[in-house]
């Protein structure tokens, strides 16, 4: 058994040679100069000491060995401590590390070579050390305050999230596009996850906070969506028995063809104002009420179809009598005239109505041209021989005539005085009375 320098027993180190390090350190050791004094010593009973500073401190015992053997023992103790050193500074400047973990580390290190069982430059080895503990205490306030800074960021990220989610649940349900906001809360509940996985820790009574608001708000869209759907269930639900019992009036329609295009449009409005029963449900009763309505106007279609196939030999018929109707508008002969347009217009009569409609349109129109000749040359002759006309007439001719040799009077007596005004008055107002003359066929 060995003892350290607390007088401590520990065991007896084994043997082994030394390093080719300890041993370049021995052999310039022996060729060093007189005043060089070595790192370690080993006195004649293997007990081996470490010189630090003036003073040599006692570090254990090597029995069983040679003086080198045991100087290479406890050498090999200071390269295991220096090596512990070495590492802590490379992982420092490589910057992978956390600065407040070197400093642990660092300080137990620290420790270790405080009468340390070693031989070598521990004064050294510890000015090293509280080199890099200085380094890595600033190190470490950097990283304080960035961590700090990232949590707040993070909470900032989460509180926004959170506040996002509160403003979708805080929406009017009716209002709410349901696809939409629920995708859209699913991405918000995904970027969570993320935050969580990928930003820094947070203190565990921030997250818990945001947490639950984020959680109420989502358990509040939730509960809306799930209301909105199955009132939305309830409304299609009527909205079916309404629409089912408006195509089964539509339906029964059938039998009266035709005739039941009027109610089917009565049908049509309620249909309009009966609400959504869902797309599937809409589409299939639309279906079953439009054939309903086809049916109806299929019958009118079939009817039209036949009434103008009908009035083939009614057009041609009517034609004929636009022909020979024709001659009227030349006959001179009022009453001639009249008399032949009323046998045609009783044989037109007779005939009855043509289809398409357009056809009849056409045909009536190119008829009521001639009706309106006649009856224009009607007009024109009753008023030329109608006797009131005539005495009227007669009346103002004769007055006209007076007033117009009066005048003529006037104007002779005007030129031969050479009273130019009277002479302009005078043939001006005789101009008027014969224009007034002849517009009353005088």
Do not use: C
Request: glycine share 6%; net charge negative.
């Amino acid at each position: 058994m060995t003892a350290d320098a607390d007088n401590t027993p520990v065991p007896t180190p084994v043997p082994g040679p030394p390093s080719p390090a300890a041993r370049a350190r021995l052999a310039a050791a022996a060729d060093a100069p007189v005043d060089v004094e070595p790192w370690g010593r080993v006195d004649d009973s293997g007990v081996v000491s470490v010189r630090e500073g003036t003073q040599w401190r006692v570090v254990g015992e090597y029995p069983d060995g040679t003086p080198a053997e045991a100087l290479a023992y406890f050498e090999r103790k200071f390269v295991d401590l220096a090596g512990e050193v070495s590492l802590l500074e490379a992982r420092h400047r490589g910057g992978g590390a956390s600065a407040s973990d070197l400093r642990s580390t660092a300080t137990t290190v620290r420790e270790k070579t405080v009468d340390a069982a070693a031989v070598g430059d521990l004064a050294s080895l510890q000015r090293r050390i509280d080199t890099l503990l200085a380094e890595l205490e600033e190190a470490a306030v950097v990283e304080s305050a960035a961590a700090r800074e990232a949590v707040d960021a993070a909470i900032a990220e989460r509180t926004s999230l959170v506040e996002h989610v509160e403003a979708l649940a805080a929406r009017d349900p009716k209002s709410v596009q349901w696809k939409q906001t629920t995708a859209e809360l699913a991405e918000l509940f995904a970027q969570w996850q993320a935050q969580q996985q990928s930003s820094p820790r947070l203190p565990k009574s921030a997250a818990q906070k945001l947490w639950k608001r984020f959680r109420d708000a989502r358990a509040t869209i939730d509960r809306q969506r799930r209301e909105f759907y199955a009132e939305l269930d309830e409304t299609h639900k009527a909205a079916r028995a309404r629409k089912t019992a408006l195509v089964e009036r539509a339906e029964a329609l059938a039998p009266r063809g035709e005739d039941g295009i009027p109610a089917y449009r009565d049908l049509l409005d309620s249909w309009k104002a009966a609400g959504r029963a869902g797309k599937k449900a809409d589409d299939a009763l639309w279906a079953r009420f439009k054939a309903a309505g086809d049916a109806l106007y299929g019958a009118r279609v079939e009817r039209e179809t036949a009434e103008v196939e009908a009035s083939r030999e009614k057009i041609e018929a009517k034609r004929a009598l636009l022909e020979e109707a024709a001659p009227i508008l030349d006959e001179s002969d009022i009453a001639k005239a009249r008399a032949a347009l009323t046998g045609i217009q009783r044989r037109w009569d007779e005939i009855g109505r043509v289809f398409p409609r357009d056809k009849e349109r056409a045909l009536d129109e190119d008829l009521r041209k001639i009706e309106v000749n006649v009856r224009g040359r009607e007009d024109a002759d009753w008023k030329r021989n109608n006797p009131e006309t005539k005495a009227r007439t007669n009346d103002m001719t004769r007055q006209l005539t007076d007033a117009i040799a009066k005048l003529e009077q006037e104007l002779q007596d005007a030129e031969a005085a050479g009273d130019a005004k009277a002479t302009a008055e005078a043939s001006e107002a005789l101009q008027a009375r014969k224009a007034w003359l002849k517009a009353v066929g005088g």
